[in-house]
């Protein structure tokens, strides 16, 4: 008996599986949604095994989808707490320090991690400007606002099976100020995902995000390591035992103040207890160190090498080789690991570096002023050291050449590190080169922008200061 109702069953499924192929298959709808998991383009990764399958190629192929693993629901709170540390919000150090908060806010630091609302995202949600075109006829990316909140809307059609997969993720975490573009994070629980859209401001567009995202492929599963926020984060607190999950309700957004100035707990509760004190009580200056140590504040985000501690760990002050192992001897023009980072060792390869007594980050940058763009000042910077007439090009074009210093001899250069896959080609970001030096190709490129600027038949373009030369 029990052998003829499986014999039954069996031939009934049998049955409706040839119905499906044979009707199924001549349907020109895609009507028939399946759930995600149950196509063999969906792929669920647990975060540890993603680069590896990601870097070994295995995921070659048309189209696929990457989602992360469903991860058991356990409790979890980082023990170590941001406030015990000395890690306070610039707010409480604008607190008494309203200057340097109120001009702080507006830099590329201050913003360079944020929650999502309208300003922060700085792509587009309107209609004819949200959607991602991909190389890929099948994949559709939406991006939409709604009021509880703003999502990436994945649409897939599977042609050999007919089906057609969307799934929603909400934009949780926004990275990236916006001088070069953004990147977006989502929570499932308490671990953290990068999502497969990003946004370039150069096109002013959605875009696949930079690094292993390939255009026509739906990739959600990259696990988001502390070292990420570690550098685009002032503070969260992690679980060291696993990749990328967090205690959500302790991050403070935005590289702000104690990052270059040190644990500030000390500080302010005796500045609250004696509010007459005009000396300043346990915080750093980053002044009053050495250049060595002065850089290697900045250069615990902005190099390149190996971090042997813990995210959140380093003490500015600290020298920083015990906390992170920097490669120095990276040549590349284009920047190293993960991705830009490589300032440090490009201008320590500078001659201005090598024969004088150093050079410090903050010879050029105030870390309290947003200076994006200011090549004019950036050019007097150089002439604190150099008198403008030791450069050929400088005495020939004159008032000019000497707010361009930098245009010749610190050039920007499209960084293959940070390369983003389009459906038209790749596209990569401009960064600026810190091996200050000579670059004949640069120079030449500035000349002809100068006699241009300077050309008697464009008068408009054509300040009174200038010398032709
Ligand atoms: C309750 C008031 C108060 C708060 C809050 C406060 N400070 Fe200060 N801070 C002072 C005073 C007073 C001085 C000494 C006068 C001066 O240099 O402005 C000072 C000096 C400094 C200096 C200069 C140190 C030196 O040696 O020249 C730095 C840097 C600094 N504070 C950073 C911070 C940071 C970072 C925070 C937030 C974590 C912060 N302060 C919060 C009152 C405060
Ligand atoms: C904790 C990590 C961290 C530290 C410390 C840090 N930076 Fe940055 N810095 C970043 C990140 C991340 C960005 C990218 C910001 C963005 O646009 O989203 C950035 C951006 C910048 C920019 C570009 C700003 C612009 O708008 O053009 C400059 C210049 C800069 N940093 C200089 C410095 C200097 C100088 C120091 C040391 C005094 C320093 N940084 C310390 C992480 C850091
Ligand atoms: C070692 C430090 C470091 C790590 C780790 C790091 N970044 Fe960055 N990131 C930077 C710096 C520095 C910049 C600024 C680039 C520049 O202007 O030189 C930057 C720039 C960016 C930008 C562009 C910002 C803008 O305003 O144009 C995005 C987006 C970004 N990072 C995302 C990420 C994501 C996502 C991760 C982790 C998966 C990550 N970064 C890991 C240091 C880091
Ligand atoms: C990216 C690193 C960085 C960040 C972020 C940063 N600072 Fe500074 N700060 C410096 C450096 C470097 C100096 C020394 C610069 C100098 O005097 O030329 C300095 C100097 C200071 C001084 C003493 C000199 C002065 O300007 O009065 C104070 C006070 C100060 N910072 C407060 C703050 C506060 C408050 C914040 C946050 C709102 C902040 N800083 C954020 C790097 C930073
Ligand atoms: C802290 C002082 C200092 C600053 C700031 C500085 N330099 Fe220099 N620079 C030097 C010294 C020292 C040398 C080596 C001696 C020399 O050749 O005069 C040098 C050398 C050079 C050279 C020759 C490079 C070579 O490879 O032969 C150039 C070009 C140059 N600097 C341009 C600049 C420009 C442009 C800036 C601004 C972006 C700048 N410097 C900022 C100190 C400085
Ligand atoms: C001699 C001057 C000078 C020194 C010293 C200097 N920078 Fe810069 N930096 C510049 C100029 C000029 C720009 C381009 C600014 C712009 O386009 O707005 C720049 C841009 C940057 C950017 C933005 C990314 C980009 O490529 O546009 C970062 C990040 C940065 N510098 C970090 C550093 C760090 C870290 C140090 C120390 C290791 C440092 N800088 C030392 C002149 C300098
Ligand atoms: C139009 C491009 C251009 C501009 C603008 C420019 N330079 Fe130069 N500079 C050059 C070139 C090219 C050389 C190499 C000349 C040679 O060796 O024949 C040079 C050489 C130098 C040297 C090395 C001189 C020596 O004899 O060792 C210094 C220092 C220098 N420039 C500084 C500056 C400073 C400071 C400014 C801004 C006031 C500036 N340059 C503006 C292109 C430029």
Known sequence: ??????????????????????????????????PLSSS???????????????????LRGESWVLLPTEQPDTDFQSTVRAENRGFLTAETCG??????HQTFVHTAHARTSMLPDRE????????????LVTGNPNLTFRMTARDDGFYQSVRLRDPGLQTEFTQDFRFD?????????????????????????SYLTESNSWVNSPGPYTDG?????????????????????????????????????????????????????????????????????????????????CAQCHSSGEPIGNAFTYRPGEPLRSWLELDLKTNSESNADPHSANQLARLMQSRCYTAGPGLSCIACHDPHQDQRGQIAEFSQRCQDCHKSDVCPDSRKYGELA????????MPTRRDQQVSIDTDKGSVQALLRDHQIGIWPDSAEQVRRELLKTNSPSDPAANPAKGEVP
């Open 1 to 34: 008996m029990k052998w003829l109702i499986l014999t039954f069953i069996s031939l009934a499924i049998l049955v409706a599986g040839l119905c499906f192929w044979y009707f199924g298959d001549r349907s020109s709808e895609y009507a028939r949604k399946a």
């Open 402 to 409: 000497k707010e361009r210093c930098v245009d010749c001899h």
């Open 217 to 297: 492929t739906v990739d959600y599963s990259r696990p988001v390591p502390s070292r990420c926020l570690d550098c685009h984060a002032t503070w969260i607190g992690f679980d060291s035992k696993e990749v990328n999950r967090f205690d959500r309700s302790t991050l403070i957004p935005g590289v702000t103040c104690v990052r270059c100035h040190g644990s500030g707990h000390e500080h302010v509760a005796w500045h609250r207890k004696f509010p007459a004190a005009t000396e300043a009580h346990r915080i750093v200056n980053p002044k009053t160190l050495s250049i060595e140590r002065q850089n290697e504040i």
């Open 173 to 197: 975490l926004v990275l990236g100020s916006g001088n070069h573009g953004q990147s977006y994070l989502w929570w499932e629980k308490d671990r953290l995902y990068q999502m497969h859209i």
């Open 40 to 58: 063999p383009l969906v792929n669920r990764v647990r975060p540890e095994e993603w680069a590896e399958l990601v870097t070994s190629g295995t």
């Open 95 to 100: 607190e008494c320090h309203q200057q340097n």
């Open 120 to 131: 922060s995202i700085l792509g587009s949600f309107q209609e004819g400007h949200n959607t």
